[in-house]
């Protein structure tokens, strides 16, 4: 795609605010380090600011290696009050007695302030590349679980399995990609899936709920070999879909909310390593921006944040968050205005460490480029 002048401008403005920031700005905090607690790896974030202003960090505690499921998996949370300054200690989400859960995401009801954790449960023996078609839940199947909070993260539901609502039996798998997802402007849910179809071909697709979680229904695949995805809503209720896809993210817009897609393209400016990614809208007042992290690089590194103003036709040049090794991102605009990222990055290895940052995009971009 294009770099256009007024996106050029706004890398330009956007770099020299962020390098006249002052230290205090800033807040950089290693939150889920391997070996603490003694778990051997941390992975896959997944983060959400309340509606009182609280923020709460999902990962991944992977007890004994780093592989993912089928392997002892249990999701560990840490909250801030003090939009990220502080954070209370490493505590237990949920922990099963045999098989494990995981790739949780993140997602917050606007109406009732309700924050749902989607996330994988995999019975004994039970992953993405194990599970079997011919059920829609149950001991052979990978499931996609759903717990609650009414209260800032002090106290969760039971896990709800809304696999049997959105699994077709003939599929051999199916998980929900982890990090952060929507509640659009008419109130559904998108819970975005990789679904492993019943010929074996993966591909991206979304679930979604019209009634605040109670039932779901799930759209159509997107193209084959997409992955694990973010959508975000664009102006006059578009649905932009940025998708792993290869060398390049792939993209497909949706008119119905998330359901059926136009075909895929790829932007060629966000280059990737295969990898999951985050996208968000960033809207206040005359700002009217996307959002967009990932490890810009042929492999996993190089976290990289740029801006759009064009609704994802054109970005910036972006600003290196972690040049070193790194790999899952999520991002956020949070109520005060300012940009938090929690990411997977280390010196030696992506996955030593996750990391919250949280810096100030100034108003005075605005009027610098002319939102």
Known sequence: MLYTRRNALLSAVAARLFARATPASFTKLDLFCAGD???????????????KGTLLAVA?????SSRDMPANISLVLRTSHDRGNTWSPTATLRKVPEGGVGDAS????????????????????????????????????????????DDDGVTWSGPRDLTPQIKDPAWQALFSTSG????????????????????????????????????????????????????VELSEGVILQNMRNGPTRAIALSNDGGVTFGPITHDNTLIDPVCNAAITHYHRKHHDLLIFTNAASAKRENLTLRLSADQGKTWTLGRVIHAGPSAY???????????????????????????????????????????
């Open 329 to 371: 991102s999520t991002v956020l605009a949070l109520r005060d205005g300012s940009i938090a990222i929690l990411y997977e990055c280390g010196d030696t290895s992506a996955y030593s460490k996750i990391t919250f940052e949280r810096f100030p995009l100034p108003t005075a971009t605005s009027h610098s480029i002319g939102l």
């Open 37 to 51: 607690q003694g778990v051997h790896t941390y992975r896959i974030p997944a983060l959400i600011e309340t509606r």
């Open 60 to 64: 991944d505690a992977r007890h004994e």
């Open 180 to 231: 952060t997802h929507i509640q659009t402007s008419t109130g559904r849910y998108l819970l975005p899936l990789v679904v492993r179809d019943a010929q074996g071909t993966i591909s991206s697709r979304n679930a979604y709920s019209d009634d605040a979680g109670l039932t779901w229904k799930v759209g159509g695949a997107i193209a084959p070999g997409t992955d694990e995805s973010k959508c």
């Open 106 to 149: 993140l997602l917050i009801d606007r109406r009732t302030g309700r924050v749902w954790c989607f996330h994988s449960y995999g019975p004994p023996g039970i992953g993405f590349g194990t599970a079997q078609p011919g059920a829609r839940t149950g001991p052979t199947t990978l499931q996609c679980h759903a717990i609650f909070t």
